[in-house]
């Protein structure tokens, strides 16, 4: 099936740093998502990108879909503490005329106060 | 707007017996989700729904996993007989059809002992 590398794994960070993590995907998507979980909550979408070279902005948060449609990045500028959790990029598998989303296997954030 | 509604929110079993998740979706949407985490696995998609109809069930990982949505507004996940290796945490979504803003329920922990 289809899958989503994310990278890095995890990150422990100071806060105040910026942040910086990525997905690729051997295949072409038109939808990108990036979702972030909480501990003991599902996830939560954050930002989603629809075009090609999209930069798009939520806060502290931009994400880009890149060019070739294979990737996309995720950054978080100046952390907080309550930035800790789980973030997971996400791709829309259209088939036919319905969807879902396939997930990576997420980033967890750990920011030292 | 009470979100998604999963229930219950930690389940412990002993392996062979029956399991129920159930899951109420945000009122209006018309497409509901499944997914299960898992450490090793993330999350992967077992079943959606879309209009009360299941559209893909692929994801169902054994004939001991059934899903049904007899109404709009409920669902639930049965797992029959239940092994220590089910136990992970499951997620429900819901969503308007087409829509990217899926909403997640805050799941149900299941441990199989």
């Known amino acids: 099936g289809q899958q989503l590398n994310q990278s890095p794994q995890s990150m422990f960070i100071q806060e105040g740093e910026d942040v910086s993590m990525n997905c690729t995907s051997s295949s072409i998507f038109n939808t990108w998502l990036w979702y972030k979980q909480d501990p003991g909550e599902g996830p939560v979408l954050l930002i989603a990108l629809y075009k090609a070279g999209e930069l798009t902005s939520n806060g502290r948060l931009t994400a880009q879909f890149g060019i070739t449609r294979k990737d996309s990045f995720l950054n978080i500028s100046a952390s907080i503490p309550s930035d800790v959790g789980i973030y997971f990029c996400?791709?829309?598998?259209?088939?036919?005329?319905?969807?879902?989303?396939?997930f990576g296997k997420g980033t967890k954030l750990s920011v030292k106060p | 707007d009470a979100g998604v509604i999963q229930s219950p929110r930690h389940e412990v079993t002993e392996m062979g017996q029956e399991v129920t998740l159930r899951c109420k979706p945000i009122s209006g949407h018309n497409s509901l989700f499944w997914y299960r985490q898992t450490m090793m696995r993330g999350l992967e998609l077992l079943i959606y729904?879309?209009?009360?109809?299941?559209?893909?069930d692929s994801g169902m990982p054994e004939d001991r996993f059934s899903a049904k949505m007899p109404n709009a507004s409920f669902s639930t996940l049965k797992i029959q007989p239940s092994e220590p290796r089910d136990s992970a945490v499951y997620f429900c979504?819901?969503?308007?059809?087409?829509?990217?803003?899926?909403?997640f329920g805050s799941g149900t922990r299941l441990t199989v002992v």
């Open positions: 996400a791709v829309m598998n259209y088939g036919g005329s319905q969807g879902n989303l396939i």
């Open positions: 729904f879309n209009n009360n109809v299941p559209i893909d």
């Open positions: 979504a819901s969503s308007l059809t087409g829509g990217n803003g899926y909403t």
